[in-house]
């Protein structure tokens, strides 16, 4: 019995960490030169397994999220809102914008910067929802270009999670969840795709996707324009917009100057999403 059960234990450990490992991201999108952002998510092809999600999505620069709509159907239900009577009824499915005074933690709503997001699904098998696509739309007020930003709400998905934000249907996964932030422009748009600057090494041609190819050319940039501090200032002919992508290392948030720092995040991320090819599609 003790053999047994040490099996168990064993089999356990190398086989959970297989069934553990999807990546799911979360990102966030300008609409053309619109005020409309898109809230996304891509489970990477295995549909079905979010159960719900609960996000924050925030922005700076004195910006206001003022309205949200254009629900994903399959995620209809709404925990914190949806109205159900004594006979197991529905009587108002409420709304995906969360209170901003239930819990704390919770951003306050629209008219402010930030809102929280809960969305749910009751869905199985073949009725499953899509493994990628658009949560909701937010319209942004702003007079400035601004920072939108996604993360994970504890207090909504259970801060004992260890992927919060997410909530799946099999309990014992834990995705690595990356959360993308995106640079909004009050007015036209200078960047369809923040990483993508170069279809070449020395093109300078966005070509719809983030490689190596994109590092080369924004290393080429700092080596030509950088001077010793390696730093190209949003005020300097030769700043790149789709090249600022990070403030820092891991933040992922535009600062207004090119750096080692948006080098060292590219290749993070196609560590993290890009495959053995080293690529990402850009949406």
């Known amino acids: 019995m003790k053999k047994a059960v040490f099996f168990s234990v064993v089999l356990f450990l190398f086989v959970a960490p297989a069934l ?16 409309e952002v898109t809230v996304n998510y891509d ?3 295995v549909a079905g ?18 309205d949200a709509c ?7 239900v709404y925990p914190g809102s949806i109205d159900i009577n004594e006979e197991g009824g529905i009587d108002d499915v409420g709304s995906p914008i969360a209170d901003g005074n239930e819990f704390p933690g919770t951003q ?23 493994s990628s696509g ?62 993508d600057v170069s279809s070449a090494v020395a093109s300078g041609v966005p070509d ?10 924004i290393n080429s940039l700092l080596v030509n324009f950088g001077g010793r501090k390696r730093t190209i200032a949003s005020s300097d002919s030769n700043f790149d917009l789709c090249a600022d ?3 820092a290392v891991a933040s992922g948030v535009p600062d207004g100057k090119v750096t080692d720092d948006d080098i060292v995040y590219i290749n993070s991320r196609l560590v993290n999403e890009g495959g053995r090819k080293r690529t990402i599609t850009c949406p």
């Open 20 to 35: 553990a490992d999807p990546n799911v991201v979360i990102w966030v999108e300008q609409v053309g030169d619109t005020n």
């Open 43 to 45: 489970m990477n092809g």
């Open 49 to 66: 397994e979010i159960r719900a999600f609960g996000l924050d999505i925030t922005v700076d620069s004195g910006a206001i999220v003022y």
């Open 70 to 76: 254009e629900f994903e159907p399959n995620y209809w």
């Open 108 to 130: 306050p709503g629209l008219d402010s910067n930030g809102v929280t997001i809960e969305m749910g699904s009751l869905y199985v098998g073949a009725n499953s929802p899509p």
């Open 134 to 195: 658009v949560l909701l739309s937010i319209f942004i007020d702003s007079a400035n270009d601004c920072n939108v930003v996604p993360a994970g709400n504890a207090a909504r998905t259970g801060s004992e999670s260890p992927s919060p934000g997410i909530v799946f249907k099999n309990w014992w996964l834990w995705p690595h969840v990356y959360f993308r932030p995106f640079r909004f422009i009050a007015g036209p748009q200078g960047c369809a795709c923040l990483g």
């Open 208 to 217: 719809g996707k983030i490689t190596d190819d994109d590092i080369v050319y």
């Open 245 to 247: 992508v990070s403030s």
